[in-house]
Nanobody, 126 residues
Framework: AQVQSESGGGSVQAGGSLRLSCAHS????????MGWFRQAPGKEREGVAI???????YYGDSVKGRFTISQDKAKNTVYLQMNSLKPEDTAMYYC????????????????????WGQGTQVTVSS
């Protein structure tokens, strides 16, 4: 799959919610995945969540219990529902597709991403 667009970022107060959307080109293989990672200024990229086109979801420790990744396969769209947002969630969020290139640890498993979008900014104020 290739990421086509991301949307849904914005500014919210702590405790608020946002839902990010990611449109992609569709799954090319029987077992592959899409995901989200984020990067805040001056910090390293951090894996957020992964969803397989079949079974399998993984979350980063910092978002587990607050964020939910889901997908609508008919629409080739992946979502990230973010609840109970904290100021430390402030970052640029990127939707990414499986492939060679960027490797991130998410939920104790290493995942590689071959393409990602332009990112959508999420800002959480205290």
């Amino acid at each position: 799959a290739q990421v086509q667009s991301e949307s849904g970022g914005g500014s919210v107060q702590a405790g608020g919610s946002l839902r990010l959307s990611c449109a992609h080109s569709g799954y090319s293989f029987s077992r592959t995945y899409m995901g989200w990672f984020r990067q805040a200024p001056g910090k390293e990229r951090e894996g957020v969540a992964i969803i397989y086109n079949g079974d399998g979801i993984y979350y980063g420790d910092s978002v587990k219990g607050r964020f939910t990744i889901s997908q609508d396969k008919a629409k080739n769209t992946v979502y990230l529902q973010m609840n109970s947002l904290k100021p430390e969630d402030t970052a640029m969020y990127y939707c990414a597709a499986a492939g060679g290139g960027l490797t991130l640890l998410i939920g104790g498993v290493w995942f590689t991403f071959g393409s990602w979008g332009q990112g959508t900014q999420v800002t959480v104020s205290s």
